[in-house]
């Protein structure tokens, strides 16, 4: 990808009023093969520099009804809770945060529906909006959304996901969210696309609801190169990134999702997943550690007793003495370490990570 936007950012500048003139048309390829991808609606998408702009566009943008409150879910990124916090105190709503299990205990003998009872039972009578990440990045957890959608939908509250840990970890198909209200990721994360590239999903019975937050050029009458942008959509052009900025990591996406179509995707969440048993089977076997079993991307195993002084200096630890880049999070007061291999790793960097970890 770093190949492909360098090639994009040269080309632009050869002649960078005609390259701005040519980009929104390249803007709306890139959007339409993302949909593809996604089993999506491209007029359904909007694209961004990073899942925390996309979810600013939505929570900061929605209308919600007076005094009523925005539910959180716990280990959500800190940055959008900020959001939630944010857009809480402007408009004199509450917040609350919603449990979640975090322990190997609580999270073994949890089913689809059982999770889903568990999220929507804390929904409360005043609740007019519930953020989710589809996948939870302290614990690996995939969230069942079909269920959770289902459930908020009969209740009337919009439902906002937080994806930035699913697209390219697991099966994504917007065709099976037709009750989830929003939906925002990042794509170089696990899509190992460029950096500062992201988009969001919006419901379209809430696209005319929606205010912008932003305004440009393309808030009342567009010409030019921009009026053709969406197939002529208002909700389209109020959202695009109408202002000059570099175009490149954008046009990349067609690149990225050319490489999950011709790997394919299938091989690549098959090979990803192999790395992972073999991670945990070699951890388990070396070290003892049990993992938490979540059933998601990422495998997160409790510190031993005798590690958990150190908590979250251990990281700097590992990487500076080891040259093991590991994550560190704290579940019930207890530090875990957190693993996600991908197809760029190896099983010979998988054995020598485990083999530097025994020596703590």
Not at 17 to 33: D, F, N, R, V, Y
Not at 229 to 235: E, R
Not at 347 to 357: G, H
Request: glycine residues 6%; contains cysteine.
């Amino acid at each position: 990808m770093l190949e492909a936007v360098t090639r994009y950012q040269r080309e632009f500048e050869e002649n960078p009023t005609l390259g701005l003139a040519h980009a929104w048309g390249e803007l709306w390829k890139s959007q339409t093969k993302l949909a593809s991808f996604l089993n999506a609606k491209p007029n359904d998408l909007f694209l961004r520099t990073n899942v925390t702009h996309t979810l600013n566009t939505f929570l900061l943008g929605m209308p919600l009804p007076a005094k009523s409150e925005i539910l959180v879910g716990e280990l959500e990124y800190g940055a959008i809770v900020n959001i939630c916090r944010m857009r809480a105190e402007r408009d004199e709503l509450s917040w609350r945060i919603l449990g979640m299990p975090q322990t190997k205990a609580a999270l073994s003998n949890l089913s689809r529906q059982s999770l889903c009872d568990h999220i929507v039972s804390q929904i409360g009578p005043n609740t007019s909006l519930l953020l989710l990440s589809h996948v939870i990045a302290g614990t690996g957890l995939v969230l069942p959304l079909e269920e959770i959608a289902l459930e908020t939908r009969k209740r009337g509250v919009l439902l906002a996901v937080d994806g930035a840990y699913a697209p390219g970890a697991i099966p994504v198909d917007f065709s099976r969210f037709q009750n989830v209200d929003f939906y925002g990721c990042s794509l170089y994360k696990w899509m190992m696309g460029p950096k500062g590239t992201a988009f969001g999903w919006l419901h379209p019975l809430l696209q005319e609801k929606i205010q912008p937050v932003n305004a440009g050029w393309t808030t009342y009458d567009v010409a030019g190169p921009i009026s053709t942008f969406g197939d002529d959509s208002k909700f389209q052009r109020a959202f695009l990134m109408s202002g000059c900025h570099d175009f490149a990591p954008f046009r990349a996406i067609q690149d990225t999702i050319a490489f999950w179509e011709t790997y394919p995707t299938e091989k690549i969440l098959s090979e990803m997943a192999a790395l992972r048993t073999i991670l945990d089977t070699r951890i388990s076997s070396q070290l003892g550690w049990t993992s938490l079993d979540a059933k998601g991307p990422m495998n997160v195993y409790q510190l031993p007793a005798s590690l958990q002084a150190e908590g979250p200096t251990l990281a700097k630890r590992l990487l500076e003495e080891q040259q093991i880049q590991i994550n560190m999070v704290s579940l019930r007061g207890q530090w875990h370490m957190s693993f996600s291999p991908h197809i760029c790793n190896t099983q010979e960097e998988i054995e020598t990570a485990v083999n530097r970890l025994a020596k703590l």
